[in-house]
């Protein structure tokens, strides 16, 4: 009899948390590598969403950031990605060889601007973009943002990425090592400041990081690709050793996701994602960029969701 009562017990309970997993959110987020800040910051989402949204579970997962996290949300195999608004805007027009079909991607959440760095060493004689002619030079991990906006900046330079200079594919951690070991003279890279794998190398005991300014290279940019690029700064001590203020160009980075996702899961991520701002910047301060005022600004190209349209109406924001 006793035998027989537990065994139906834990029949029972089986049966509850077969129900209650089934009734389990569950959202990945496509991010980045690990070295950038994709990644971190979607990890801060993850807990803020998988704590305040009930029954939802969120995790961050590693990719080779914008164009292949683009490509997982268009497959469905990822729910929510990170993306740079330049690729984002190529996978939703379907452009270039990454992207032969549309992706009907939808904005969650313009993020932060995005920081062009062309990083090299003090002694390399690269003042200018135009000095990479003949370099060898990290443009990126294949399917990344960066290559993509890096490949665009050199053009403007006046460089064929194919021809007139040695091309290295690695991320921003491999980047970072490559130079300090002398293996590249220099690297490009797209994200947030500091970014902590530029942060290490330019701490790193006898080497004298050098950022090189390229600001003067953006209307060329934005003549050929549309006004996604701006003229940005890297201010002075931003990393160990800078002393000026640098002339970049940047790129908003943003949240998207399939047209398809729930209205009520991208109304939810949202309100989340924006009242709670503050535990992600805990984890990154470029998150301080993630404001109800900033979703106006223009800093994504791409259609925002219903769900989080519902939201922001909701709290009496007036779109453009």
């Keep these: 009899m006793k035998r027989a009562f537990a065994a139906a017990a834990l029949v029972l309970i089986f049966g509850v948390l077969c129900a209650w997993a089934a009734k389990m959110e569950r959202l990945s987020i496509a991010t980045g590598g690990t070295g950038g800040v994709y990644y971190p910051m ?14 939802t579970e969120a995790t961050a ?5 914008s164009v292949d996290s683009c490509i997982l949300i268009g497959r469905r195999k990822s729910d ?6 330049d690729t984002a805007w190529d996978a939703y027009n379907g452009i270039g060889k990454p992207f032969p079909q549309k992706i009907p ?3 969650i959440l313009a993020l932060y601007p995005n920081n062009m ?3 090299t060493l003090e ?4 003042e200018k973009v135009a000095d990479l002619k003949g370099k060898r030079v990290s443009t990126g991990a294949p399917g990344s943002g960066t290559e993509v906006m890096g490949l665009r900046l050199l053009e403007a330079a006046g460089l064929n990425p194919d021809r007139d200079v040695r091309r290295d594919k690695l991320s921003v951690s491999e980047s970072a090592g490559a130079l300090k070991d002398g293996k590249i003279d220099a690297f490009l890279w797209v994200g947030g400041v500091p970014t902590a794998a530029v942060l290490d190398l330019a701490a790193t ?3 004298t990081m050098k950022l090189v300014p390229h600001g003067d290279l953006v209307a060329k940019m934005q003549k050929k690709y549309g006004p996604i690029y701006a003229v940005g700064r ?9 002393t000026k203020e640098v002339s970049i160009a940047v790129v908003w980075n943003i949240l998207v996701c399939h047209e398809a996702l729930p209205e009520s899961v991208a109304y939810n991520v949202t309100k989340v994602l924006l009242e709670h701002q503050g535990e992600i910047a805990a984890v990154h301060k470029d998150a301080s960029y993630i404001t109800l005022q900033n979703q106006a600004s223009g800093g994504s190209p791409i259609p925002f969701h219903p769900g989080a349209l519902r939201y922001f109406k909701e709290r009496g924001l007036k779109m453009r």
């Design 123 to 126: 002694g390399k004689g690269i």
């Design 205 to 207: 005991p006898g080497v």
């Design 42 to 55: 979607g990890g801060g989402m993850a807990a803020v969403i998988s704590k305040y949204i009930p029954s």
């Design 105 to 107: 991607l939808r904005t």
């Design 80 to 85: 929510l990605a990170f993306s740079m608004a």
């Design 234 to 242: 890297i201010p002075p001590k931003t990393y160990p050793g800078q």
């Design 61 to 65: 997962e590693v990719t080779a950031a």
């Design 117 to 119: 760095h062309v990083v």
